[in-house]
């Protein structure tokens, strides 16, 4: 009997044993939360930070004026009818159509010579290679700004007597056809994809023509969507380079046409908030449908930050 009873207790004791060990492996994701607390409240906080612009112009563009200049913390009734006002006072389909024509140019461009260099950066050897591509990332050090002014006279013709380009799309698109950092994007995703893919294509006669047109660009959706939201985000919000090589309406973009609303509409901060949410909701629509795609680009780049 006492033996029966001690072998009892020793099975009790076994079968205890998991139950405690389920029951510390249950108590883990609380712990686990319990230690990010701090880590989920300040990225909350971050968030909220970072959203309340965007979410104080919604709330405005759906105002009445009397509600903006009493600071009202929402529109009592939601003024819809403001966007399509703001869009006929700003004359904002002109802009809008140049903005599309330009930013579309600009990533078309973008994608082709980007492509080109940085597969020849990342795939072909050849003399002084890593000179030239150390001399293109030096200039990421320069500030736009600095080149405005020879910028600004190359497109008048006063350097090269190509003729003036002003207020023309070459002069909005040409200077932005190709970018040092979009470059070392595609070299760095290139640079990654195995060499057993160059050595097969070669063994069936691939050049690299062939072997970038069949292998390469098929395998670099993710590095493309990147550049491409990358392209649109700064050629679609470009401000200062339109504003100095356009002196009239005809190839102005939306940045533009939104500060030209802002003189003329004045103190009406409704229509002005419901341009402003005109502007920018191309850029939300797109990220939108690429944030996955996008983060797996930045990812396989090689890029932290």
């Known amino acids: 009997m006492a033996e029966g009873r001690s072998r009892a207790t020793e099975l009790r004791s076994r079968r205890g044993a998991p139950r405690r060990g389920a029951a510390m492996v249950a108590r883990a994701p609380s712990t686990f939360r319990v230690g990010h607390l701090f880590l989920y409240v300040a990225l909350t906080v971050g968030a909220l930070v970072s959203m309340s612009p965007f979410m104080v112009m919604i709330g405005q563009s759906l105002m009445t004026l009397g509600e903006t200049i009493t600071r009202a913390p929402l529109p009592a009734v939601p003024q819809w009818e403001n966007y399509a006002v703001a869009w006929r006072d700003a004359d904002f389909g002109i802009y809008f159509r140049n903005s599309v024509i330009i930013t579309a140019t600009t990533i078309v461009g973008m994608l082709v010579t980007s492509t080109l260099a940085g597969y020849a950066f990342a795939r072909i050897r050849f003399p002084g290679r890593e000179v030239l591509f150390a001399i293109l990332l030096s200039t990421l050090m320069i500030p736009g700004t600095v080149t405005f002014i020879p910028g600004y006279l190359l497109v008048r013709g006063d350097i090269i007597p190509w003729g003036s380009w002003l207020n023309t799309l070459p002069a909005l698109t040409v200077p932005f056809l190709s970018s040092a950092f979009i470059i070392f994007l595609f070299r760095q995703f290139f640079a990654q994809i195995p060499n057993e893919l160059w050595d097969a294509a070669r063994m069936d006669g691939a050049g ?92 396989t780049s090689g890029l932290k930050g």
């Open 208 to 299: 690299h023509a062939r072997f970038l047109t069949t292998v390469v660009i098929p395998m670099s959706r993710p590095v493309v969507i990147t550049a491409t939201l990358l392209t649109f985000v700064v050629s679609w919000n470009e401000f200062l380079w339109p504003l100095l090589v356009t002196t009239n309406a005809t190839w102005r973009p939306l940045a533009v046409g939104l500060n030209n609303f802002i003189d003329d509409a004045g103190p009406q901060t409704h229509l002005l908030m419901a341009g402003s949410v005109i502007t920018i909701v191309p850029v939300l629509v797109l990220y939108f449908f690429t944030q996955r795609q996008f983060t797996e680009g930045i990812a």
